[in-house]
């Protein structure tokens, strides 16, 4: 699935004009060029590498990530986009947790879609596995904090957790709105969207 959703992407941008790899994206503070090679350096860094990577940066993931995407950007973005395109079958990752790699492929994915107006969407058994992991884990984002104390169900695939008020949706943008990406909040439906944004801060503070 990771390998797929890689493929998919590169596919995407192999067209892309040179000002449309300076787009921003959906991920504050870069734009699409640095969100691909971000994407590079997470299949390139294996468990030991990330760990002195990590202790290098003081335990700051931002400088951490920001010195590997910055190791992973090309002179050109051509020359950024065939960096990702060798890594695409990579298996390479700093820990076992398959479906949070996935989940940083699908989001980031669809963080250089959005803005660029590519109308692409994820698998959804691929969504379906990121889901689950979201709602039981804050990882490298806080998913499980986000949608604390709510019941999610996917409109369109098998997913489905929690107790509490409920917040309906596609998978994909259960999946965006538990990254953080306020941009898919209002594809979502029922009494628990106003917790949700609340805690994106798109709405009235909610705990």
Same mark, same amino acid.
């Given at each position: 699935m990771i390998h797929s959703a890689r493929r998919s992407l590169a596919e995407d941008l192999a067209h892309l004009g040179a000002e449309q790899w300076h787009t921003p994206s959906l991920c504050s503070d870069w734009d699409v060029e640095h969100v691909v090679a971000h994407l590079t350096a997470g299949a390139t860094v294996g468990r030991l590498r990330w760990l002195r990577s990590i202790v290098g940066a003081r335990f700051r993931p931002a400088v951490h990530n920001e010195r590997r995407l910055r190791e992973q950007l090309g002179a050109t973005p051509a020359q950024t986009l065939e960096r990702f395109r060798a890594v695409v079958e990579s298996t390479t990752a700093p820990s076992k947790d398959t479906a949070a790699y996935l989940g940083e492929v699908l989001v980031?994915? *669809?963080? &250089?879609?959005?803005?660029?107006?590519? *109308?692409?969407?994820?698998? &959804?058994?691929?969504?379906?596995?990121?889901?689950?992991?979201? #709602?039981?884990?804050?990882? #490298? &984002? *806080?998913?499980?904090?986000?949608?604390?104390?709510? %019941?999610? %169900?996917?409109?369109?695939? %098998?997913?489905?957790?929690?107790?509490?008020? #409920?917040v309906e949706g596609p998978t994909l943008a259960l999946v965006m709105t538990m990254a953080g990406r306020d941009a898919y909040v209002g594809q979502l439906d029922g009494p628990g969207r106003t917790t949700v944004e609340g805690r994106l801060g798109t709405g009235p503070a909610s705990g």
């Open positions: 980031h994915s *669809q963080d &250089v879609r959005v803005p660029l107006g590519i *109308q692409s969407e994820p698998d &959804v058994d691929a969504l379906t596995h990121v889901a689950h992991f979201f #709602a039981r884990r804050d990882f #490298a &984002v *806080q998913s499980r904090s986000m949608v604390r104390g709510l %019941r999610l %169900r996917a409109t369109d695939g %098998r997913f489905a957790v929690g107790d509490g008020p #409920a």
